[in-house]
């Protein structure tokens, strides 16, 4: 089952008021939604998610009023909130990692370990898969996302490598792509890590559209904190971390147009404070628990009061 990351410092950083109204954008398997509605006696919990299979599950989970699970991507945050006449929050949380039932579960298709169709959509209903984006995008294309969301070094060679794969079969399977990555890469690097990460981690963003869309939730959420409202994002790798950081500083720092004026006006100065300067990492006995905490980095974010 999956374990939450960050857990026990993510809950702390939200600052939970017993009768606040807070949102988990990642829902998942609710790990990070129990805890919090421990803390709401009279509170509300809005929790997003979009995979079928998990909503299935903490409805199952959850039978509590206190919660209300939202099948939604969390980029329509501030418009699914308004349909509820929610204008304000006290809370909102962001587990940006891939759940363990997704990765572990060889159906879905995103994991370079099993073999399965093609797939990695986190939304059953997306139109847009990992089987289009492999077997449809030009090379151009595929060496963009391969290089901007996988960081990958050898994005030409293996982008090369699948489009002369595909003239003559459709690739089908995730270890058939994982085999083309593998003959795509120098033997030094496969001592290194497995060779088709990278690109599995960029074919997954640019299918289920991760980080436009987190920029665009991100924007939102800080619209929607209430004064001394608290967000806080936990993400797994530099590009998400990055969004987030730059995000973050651009409204916590002064207007630049005004900066060293002895009275700042109220509409130029900053909409929120940092709590976190420096991104919090998991413990070294959190790592030796649970591996896939190791890129986690968790920011912490509070609104001003008026």
């Given amino acids: 089952m999956h374990k939450s990351v960050l857990l026990k410092e993510a809950i702390e950083y939200l600052n939970i008021k017993e009768d606040g109204i807070y949102v988990d954008c990642t829902l998942g398997y609710g790990g990070h939604s129990e805890e919090i ?12 998610d979009q995979d ?8 199952k989970k959850f039978k509590d ?16 909130l308004n349909k509820r006449n929610i204008k304000m929050v006290d809370g909102i949380l962001f587990d940006l ?15 370079y370990h099993h073999d399965a169709r093609l797939d990695m959509r986190m939304d059953q209903d997306n139109n847009l898969s990992a089987y289009e984006v492999v077997n449809e995008y030009p090379y151009e294309k ?4 391969f290089y901007r969301f996988g960081e990958e070094p050898y994005a030409k060679h293996i982008a090369k490598n699948i489009i002369k794969y595909r003239t003559g079969k459709k690739i089908e399977t995730t270890l058939e792509l994982a085999d083309i990555i593998k003959e795509s890469v120098p033997s030094k690097r496969k ?45 797994f790798h530099s590009l998400e ?12 720092d002064i207007d630049p147009r005004v900066k060293g004026l002895p009275n700042i006006p109220k509409e130029y100065q900053p909409k929120i404070k940092l709590i976190t300067k420096k991104a919090i990492e998991p413990s070294k006995k959190e790592i ?12 912490v974010i509070e609104k001003k009061g008026c």
């Fill in 65 to 80: 009023k206190r919660i209300e699970i939202i099948k939604s991507n969390f980029v329509n945050l501030k418009k699914e």
């Fill in 288 to 299: 030796e628990q649970n591996n896939r905490a190791r890129s986690a980095k968790l920011r």
């Fill in 37 to 48: 509605l421990k803390r709401i006696n009279w509170g509300h919990l809005f929790a997003f």
């Fill in 191 to 235: 001592r290194l890590e497995h060779p088709a990460r990278k690109v599995f981690q960029a074919i997954r963003i640019e299918v289920n559209k991760e980080l436009d869309n987190l920029a665009k939730t991100l924007e939102q959420a800080i619209e929607l904190l209430a004064p001394n409202g608290r967000l806080c994002v936990i993400t």
């Fill in 241 to 252: 971390d990055r969004i987030c950081k730059q995000l973050f500083k651009k409204y916590s």
């Fill in 97 to 111: 990692g891939v759940s363990s039932p997704q990765l572990d579960k060889p159906d879905r298709g995103f994991s």
């Fill in 52 to 59: 079928s299979e998990a909503i299935e599950y903490c409805q």
């Fill in 142 to 145: 595929l060496v963009d996302i």
